[in-house]
């Protein structure tokens, strides 16, 4: 295999990859904070981690990879104001904060494997680190970097040789006096918190030598990091989002607990956009993968719609776009059973240079768009055969689109979206009132909405899709 480049945000520039370990890579993953469904922005990052996770894999490497789950301490402002998120929904909902995190958590990895998302090896909750996160902001005090104020403990970040790391000098929003209230109390105003002592009415929370309390966010990520990989590994990722806060505030507890940055790599995912703007509920355009698959998307289009572009960029979804996925994803699927069932002879150079070009592609720090050119060339080729296919079916190692069972999905009967079988259901019922003009109406509306009905005698409803 060709050398492995990846941009690392450290530094902000591409390159080549060596593993700490040749034999076992190691990364870690910021995961969800599960206080809601994640949304197809959040399974952006997560399509990311799983492309990097089987690009490894496609080199060579054995990997050992962790995720979190935030279950208590995140913040509703990323850095160390507003409410406990997990505190505010269960308010909300009127439940247990761990019912919510349990539910949101199975909820999440009901669409994490719809996506054909590998699992990481190690899949952790904050609140099953408490013993290690307290001894971590023992020794993160007793080297001198952190301070204890009425409202818990905060690192000093004066005491570091550089701050932050990550970022550019000035952290956006973040100067003194600009979005956030100083904090009389904090020696600097980028000083953060740690550990957090609890309020009276905060469900999660523990003993600890500050008294009854609870973790900050990112000593949680440095923590469960260092258990689960260790003191050195390789790559680190989260969203862009991450880069100002809450990554330079993990790098800062580690060199404050041990003395350096954990992680060789720093990797960072561009933001999802709808219809070109940010997400939002007031926009009413926060999606979720099952949604999408409610409404006759399934969640391996929204795979392929992300392959579209490069990770390091934004990419602006739409229903436009997504249709255009999965019509793409159908015609791999019927481009690879084509292949897979004929025997033309094709010449090893030609494989070879496919091979070549699309390791080379993913290689290229991901670079996704150009791996499925070649995918589709190959697809095009117009001798089928078989050969091409195995190929193929190669290269879905990195892909994750599940080719190999492309047969059952095209086979599979119309998911017809609930929102239809709703208006022929109120179609059946104008008929049935003898209301003719409203059932014509309804048809018309079905069609609009890409589906054609046809009524049988025995009083059976056909859909089918336009
Ligand atoms: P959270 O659950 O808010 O901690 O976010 C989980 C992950 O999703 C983090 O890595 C975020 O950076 C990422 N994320 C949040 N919104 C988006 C978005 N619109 N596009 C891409 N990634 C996102
Ligand atoms: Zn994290």
Known sequence: MEDLFLYNTLGRKVEKFIPVDKDEVKMYSCGPTVYSYAHIGNFRAYIFSDTLRRVLKYNGYKVNSVMNLTDVGHLTSDADTGEDKMEKAARKEGKDPYEIAKFYTDAFLVDYDRLNLQRPTTITKATDNIPQMIEMVKEIIDNGY???????????????????????????????????????EKRNPQDFAIWIK?????????????????????????????????????????????????HENEIAQDIGSFGHNPANFWMHVEFLLVDGGKMSKS???????????????????????????????????????????????????????????????????????????????????????????????IIKNEKKSKQLADLILKFDQVLGLDLENSENYLNEKLEVPQEILDLVEERKNAKANKDYAKADELRDLINSKGYSIKDSAGGEVQIEKI
């Open 146 to 184: 952190a301070y204890e104020t009425s409202k818990g403990i905060y690192f000093d970040v004066s005491k570091l040789k550089q701050y932050p790391v990550l970022s550019n000098n000035v952290i956006e929003g973040q100067e003194a006096g600009a979005r956030i209230e100083v904090d009389p």
């Open 198 to 246: 609890a309020p009276e009415n905060h469900i999660m929370k523990w003993d600890s030598p500050w008294g009854v309390s609870y973790p900050g966010w990112h000593l949680e990520c440095s923590v469960m990091g260092r258990r689960f990989l260790g003191e050195k590994f390789d790559i680190h990722t989260g969203g862009v989002d991450h880069i100002p806060i809450h």
């Open 283 to 377: 926009l009413g355009n926060i999606y979720t993968i099952s949604e999408l698959a409610e409404k006759g998307y399934e969640p391996l289009a929204f795979k392929l719609f992300n392959y579209t572009s490069s990770y390091r960029i934004q990419l602006n979804f739409t229903f436009d776009g997504l249709q255009a996925a999965k019509t793409a994803l159908n015609r791999l699927r019927r481009g690879y059973l084509a292949h897979r069932d004929a025997n033309e002879l094709i010449d090893e150079d030609t494989i070879k240079d496919y091979e070549l070009r699309f390791n080379k592609a993913i290689n290229d720090d991901l670079n996704m768009p150009a791996a499925m050119s070649v995918v589709w060339e």
